[in-house]
């Protein structure tokens, strides 16, 4: 029972802290909102509904009072109380008593909302299914220690969370003002497994200044990302099997892959197809726990642009990420793939800028090494763009930055 559940800025949670803390609840809210995302209070929240079986929904605590409004939801509601089923009232004492939960959530529901990065951030529920049919408990992962590298209140941080609870793991959490300390968190707890976007990884490796060999699983996910980020990050976690998953708030967690590459097994294949103009969509069987499909069409288009390649799926971009310069279609990933090649590049974001005459220009984000001359690194990407890349991909504006703007998922914003 001392057993860490959750490390927090040097704040250690034991589980039997936890369990005397849920025994000290007597209020079962609706709303898990806490200011600051505090990951420790989310998490007691959410195993709180689980152990007496009620529907919350889960909001960003970083929202301000009028990007709650957006979303259609009351400030002054935030602290509503749910009614308990009779019969649901119960104590827990023991570990295994609170890990074992999952196979008596009837009611249990929770609630989340896409990131709005592109429009109206939607409203997804999801059933218990939707967590537990990716995750995996077995004796293999009784002593994972975990590195939470995602945003608590985002579905990728709660499949990472319900991964190790299910496994009564430990989670030490790395993001947000975690993130420069993760090298001085890997030795100290003894991490064994991360996941987190490739725009973390990017950020990260520079306060890593050696390789950590206890780390024996790293997972990319929510970006693309190309071969010479994962390549550093093999360097940097050298026993480490690496791999990338593909998923979004609105279906869980879906596939599994290495590299750029999702394999699809037999079974995956009936239920995906691809459009003419490249964009996925899921069949209904593989949504089972989501409420995203409320219509009778049994196929959810994923806004997501792909490429097969027999019985494997490449990530393309997202259908929203493409804008339009003077009649073609541009996809930012490609120019900063590219563009990465570029002496003195260290990292990039390519984004449109509106335009009367084009409808859109390209502008691009650019993060330097302190080696190079600003005048050198502008001159160099403008010329290795025109030899590289179509003309109306050339970037019109290159911006040199201190750092780029991230999603309060941990992407690259646009």
């Known amino acids: 029972m001392n057993k860490i559940f959750m490390s927090i800025n040097g704040l250690d949670y034991t589980y039997a802290k936890l369990i005397s803390d849920l025994g000290e609840m007597n209020e079962c809210r609706y709303y898990v909102y806490y200011k600051d995302n505090d990951p420790y209070k989310i998490f007691k929240h959410i195993i709180h509904s689980l152990i007496y079986d009620y529907e919350i929904e889960v909001i960003d605590g970083d929202l301000s009072r009028l990007e709650l409004i957006d979303r259609g939801i009351d400030y002054d509601c935030l602290s509503q109380v749910v009614e308990i089923v009779e019969g649901k009232r119960r104590?827990?004492?023991?570990?295994?008593?609170?890990?074992?939960?999952e196979s008596s959530c009837v009611n249990w529901r929770i609630t989340l909302y896409t990131s709005g990065t592109t429009g109206i951030p939607k409203r997804i529920s999801h059933h218990i299914n939707t967590f537990v049919k990716n995750t995996k408990c077995?004796?293999?992962?009784?002593?994972?220690?975990?590195?939470?590298?995602?945003?608590?209140?985002?579905?990728?941080?709660?499949?990472?969370?319900?991964?190790?609870?299910?496994?009564?793991?430990?989670?030490?959490y790395a993001f947000a003002n975690c993130k420069e300390m993760l090298g001085d968190l890997l030795e100290k707890y003894n991490i064994t497994?991360?996941?987190?976007?490739?725009?973390?990884?990017?950020?990260?490796?520079?306060?890593?200044?050696?390789?950590?060999?206890?780390?024996?699983?790293?997972?990319?996910?929510g970006e693309k990302y190309d071969a010479s980020l994962e390549k550093l990050v093999g360097l940097t976690f050298p026993n480490s099997k690496i791999l990338n998953i593909y998923a979004s708030t609105e279906t869980g967690s879906l596939f599994v892959g290495q590299g750029e590459f999702f394999e699809r097994n037999e079974m995956i294949q009936r239920y995906t197809r691809v459009s003419e103009e490249g964009e996925l969509s899921i069949h209904r069987s593989l949504l089972e726990g989501s409420t995203i499909l409320q219509s009778d069409d049994d196929w959810y288009s994923t806004g997501d642009i792909v490429e097969l390649s027999g019985s494997r799926i490449r990530f393309i971009t997202r259908k929203s990420e493409l804008f339009n310069v003077g009649g073609y279609m541009v996809n930012p990933t490609e120019i900063e793939y590219i563009l990465r090649n570029v002496d003195g590049v260290l990292d990039l974001v390519i984004r449109g800028e509106e335009n009367r005459y084009t409808n859109n220009i390209v502008v691009a984000d650019i993060i330097k090494t302190h080696d190079v001359d600003e005048f050198f690194i502008k001159c160099a990407v403008k010329q290795y763009a025109k030899e590289h890349l179509q003309s109306w991909k050339v970037p019109r504006i290159i911006n040199i930055v201190q750092q780029l703007s991230e999603t309060r998922s941990g992407k690259k914003m646009r």
């Open 91 to 101: 104590k827990v004492h023991t570990l295994p008593e609170i890990t074992e939960i």
């Open 138 to 172: 077995t004796d293999r992962h009784s002593d994972d220690i975990w590195a939470f590298a995602y945003n608590p209140t985002h579905i990728a941080g709660l499949q990472v969370f319900f991964q190790a609870f299910f496994n009564k793991n430990s989670i030490i």
């Open 193 to 221: 497994h991360i996941s987190a976007t490739p725009t973390y990884y990017r950020n990260t490796l520079s306060y890593l200044s050696k390789c950590y060999p206890l780390v024996k699983r790293v997972t990319f996910g």
